[in-house]
Structures are given as structure tokens and as C-alpha cells.
């Protein structure tokens, strides 16, 4: 996370989360950081459906018609949470970490999104792990994405 902080530092970006999955997680790890409020506006933890509508901004249709499991709602989360906060950069991650199926779809099945000024990264993976190590997992990923994105841009 500390190389994350310096890059975004580095390039004068500022960062948002907007966590379903992940639960706050990544701004969390973020606020391990000393002086992380140079990059940090904030996030959004948005479990319920509702929230995602109302507070995010995802459109119902796209819940409707893909579920809040999907590419499309992870872009959604980035973009609106990118405009709301006014930051260079956002992540999004919604999935479902089991154990059971959600939405007719695998436990370990997480989509994010990595919004850089208005360009979007979307990612899917499916990871077969228990729901908290799987919630670490996938913010070690992103955060490695967003390095690499960040490095060759």
C-alpha cells in the first residue's frame, strides 16, 4: 500500500474507494498509512442494493439486468464514486465471497474496477479461498493493477 500512496503522491492523484465485497477493507488499509489524507478523499462501503442505488449511484436497470455481481455494476461503482469524490482514481469491488451461490453465481466471483481519470480498467477473477482471505486476495490484486496501470501511465 505504501508504494500505492507514493505513486498516486508522485503523480499528484487523488483516490476513492467504493466497496461492497471488500467492505471497506481497502480504505482501511489505506488509513495504515501515515499522511495518507495527501491522497485519500474517502470511500463508500455499499452492501445493500439500496445503498448502491441511492447513495452510488448504480442504475437499477443494471442490477436488474446484470446484478450487483457483474463487470457492469463494478464500473457503475467506479465511475460515480470517481465523480462524486472528484478523485483522479477509484476502485470498486463487488463479488460474492461465499460461501454459498449469489445471483445464480460461484462463491469467489469478484469484479473491480479501476477508474483513472474517466478511463476505465475492469477486472474479473474467480478465487477459490475462504471469504476473508478471498477479501485480502483481491485488494492485494487490485492494488498491484493499480500499481502497474499507474507505472505505464
Not at 92 to 115: H, Q, R, W
Request: one cysteine or more.
Amino acid at each position: 500500500m505504501k508504494e500505492l500512496y507514493e505513486l498516486l503522491l508522485e503523480k499528484g492523484y487523488t483516490i476513492a474507494s467504493c466497496e461492497s465485497l471488500t467492505g471497506g477493507l481497502f480504505a482501511a488499509r489505506m488509513t495504515e498509512i501515515p499522511h495518507v489524507s495527501q491522497v485519500l478523499k474517502g470511500g463508500i462501503v455499499s452492501y445493500w442494493n439500496e445503498i448502491k442505488e441511492h447513495v452510488v449511484g448504480v442504475k437499477k436497470e443494471t442490477i436488474d439486468a446484470y446484478g450487483v455481481v457483474s463487470k457492469q455494476t463494478a464500473y457503475e461503482m467506479a465511475l460515480n464514486v470517481q465523480q462524486k469524490f472528484e478523485v483522479n482514481v477509484a476502485v470498486s469491488f463487488t463479488g460474492n465471497a461465499g460461501p454459498s451461490t449469489l445471483e445464480d453465481k460461484p462463491a469467489g466471483l469478484v469484479y473491480t474496477c479501476i477508474m483513472i481519470n474517466g478511463e476505465a480498467h475492469p477486472f474479473c477473477d474467480l478465487i477459490e479461498m475462504p471469504r476473508n482471505e478471498l477479501r485480502q486476495e483481491i485488494i492485494n490484486r487490485t492494488v498491484n493493477r493499480l500499481k502497474d496501470i499507474l507505472r505505464n501511465s
